[in-house]
């Protein structure tokens, strides 16, 4: 997640649901049907139960060389980490940006040691580690200029970790866009999985479906049926004029939103500001977020538990377990929404078995909050409400 990740996905929310779900069956039709597991204690089974609570260590490593996105992380961090109650972290890098030229692209020492100190300290406080490539930008705006790149990037990882632990895993693609589609990566996830294999038969490894990594992709989204070690990894930010309003980055629709409340409707009727022009999908937005109950309102768990029970019974159907891998609220909402969004979040991951890395841990959607050195408001009770 970063400030340039995020505006395209209004889009989806706002053209509907109908819209994606046809235009997924259409694709889906003209492609083979894929294995359904029928095994619930795959080694990838075994292993998700390693990735059950689990934070984003983001705005760090992830941005490009000379860039400085506001995140540092020292030791104290994961003993926090740990303390809190979380199992796991997800480590945003992009690695593309310390690679050398062709045809190796060999990746900087600097890199190497900037990852391994979070990996080690992870691993020294009894922290399991997702490792994933973040912001591709190049190679989703261009798959078959930059798959080679994409390649060489997972031979250097793979070799580089395949003495640690088991207690490591790789994600392949974090919100892949563009034309780097579903349909376009199933080919070449497979040969990035055939190249990790050979110096990592046994690690575990995420997989997302394109459309950052939309839970309505995962109809077109093909595994290679001789590798029951893969989680397949979702991202989910509904409802995005909640959870971005506020932020810089997003569209101007949503970054002149103040003050929308979780759940809807609010007692006083939401007004945008003044000289704000909104889009229609907005202004509709709005128009239900004003007037329907809590149980049919947008701004609802109604938003988000619908993308995660469909994530369930895909799960369910072909026997691959699911993490949601991103979800959050960013810190333009107020303290009281956030903590009832997460909380409601967090149940409904809970009523369908989803393990879950929530963004982030101390940035712009902070669980942690550096200043008091204590959760942010309301953020343990959601989370973790048995640790209070």
Known sequence: MHPATK??????????????HIQTNLVRAALPEMRRVASRNTPAHQAAKKFLRGTNLGNYLEAPPGQDWGARYSEQDFVHIKAEGFDHVRLPIGWHHYAGPAPDFKLSDDIFAKADFLVTNALKHGLNVIVNIQHFDAFTSDPPAFTNKFYALWRQI??????????????????PKDAATTVVLNPIYAEAIREIRKTNPRRVIFVGPGRWNQVSELPNLRLPDNDENLIVTVHCYDPFNFTHQGATWTSSDVKSLKGIVFPGPPTTPFVPPDGVKLGSGTFDWLQRYNTLPTEENPCSPLAFRRPLQQAKEWSDHYGRPVHVGEFGCYTGADAASRGRFYAEFRKALDEFGLGWAMWDWKAGFRYWDDKTGQPAPGMKEALFPRNK
């Open 7 to 20: 505006p395209t996905i209004l889009f989806a929310l706002v053209a509907g649901t109908c819209f994606v």
């Open 158 to 175: 793979a070799a580089h970790y395949a003495k640690f632990s088991d207690n490591v895993a790789f994600e392949l693609l974090n919100e």
